[in-house]
């Protein structure tokens, strides 16, 4: 039996069937249908291979134990995405914190009657696409120059496009702290890239 | 209506473009928009800020999806069967 249609995309309903109904072969199937894409989202959290496929493990061993849970209201890719960002974030918190920049350091600065001290100026962006290559390599490493508590925000709701309520729930943090922490780290963000991005190409 | 200042107007950046300030700050933001080119630069390099972020992580396209590593696939199947 194939969980492919034609467009090669797996059938989520005939998957779980056969999880439910303890189908040996179908772990093997969600693990090679979703695996990839998971491996992705936890690679971009953790910015490190092992890291990266020790939560894509948990994640799916977790999510294994956890398939009586799942009660569809979702699609299983999100719920699985959902899952390996939890894992991915508990290895963020348990690693060593690295040095990090302050982030005053990176918001715009004002003049004592409220004007901006360095007036904002507009960035020529790359058409070419070797260029714009090397534009998201420099995107992704300002990314990782952010401190932890505000990439993170970054990440989900840029990133993996989380809603403001599903990244609140999975950092534990209130909805107005994730809009407040992702003005910042977008603020802080554009302050590292702004340089480059100035008077280009 | 009071005006609003450039520090202001970057502090509700993100509401306003969510569609999150009420009608009359809304009009404030605009009304310092109208005079203010570097506030507007800001908003455009702010929204150019959240576009690039979104696209940073995106392979090209036409790009194979990637493949699971076979060590993960069965590490994952073995510890499962192992009841992990």
Known sequence: ?201 | MSRLTCRELIEFLRDYLDGELPPEERERFEHHLRLCPACVRYLHTYQETVRLGREAFREPEGAVPEEVPEELVRAVLDSRRRGG
Request: glycine share 6%; net charge neutral; no cysteine.
């Open chain 1, 1 to 201: 039996m194939s969980e492919r249609g034609s467009s090669g995309a797996l059938d989520e309903t005939a998957l779980l069937a056969r999880l439910r109904a303890g189908d040996e072969g179908a772990y093997e199937t969600l693990v090679r249908g979703f695996g990839g894409r998971l491996l992705a989202t936890a690679r971009r959290m953790l910015g490190n291979e092992e890291d990266a496929r020790d939560a894509v493990q948990e994640a799916l061993l977790s999510a294994f134990r956890g398939l009586d849970r799942f009660e569809g209201e979702a699609r299983l890719s999100t719920w699985l995405h959902r899952i390996v960002l939890n894992a991915a974030l508990m290895r963020l918190r348990q690693r060593r914190r690295r040095p990090e920049v302050a982030l005053e350091d990176l918001l715009p600065r004002f003049l004592e009657d409220g004007h901006a001290a360095d007036p904002a100026q507009e960035w020529k962006l790359p058409l070419d696409a070797l260029a714009r290559r090397e534009t998201q390599e420099l995107v992704r490493r300002s990314i990782e120059r952010l401190p932890d508590a505000y990439r993170n925000v970054l990440l989900l709701r840029d990133v993996e496009e989380l809603d403001t309520d599903e990244t609140a729930r999975l950092l534990g943090l209130s909805e107005s702290a994730v809009k407040t922490r992702l003005h910042r780290a977008r603020q802080a963000l554009r302050t590292l890239l702004d340089p480059q991005l100035r008077g280009q190409p």
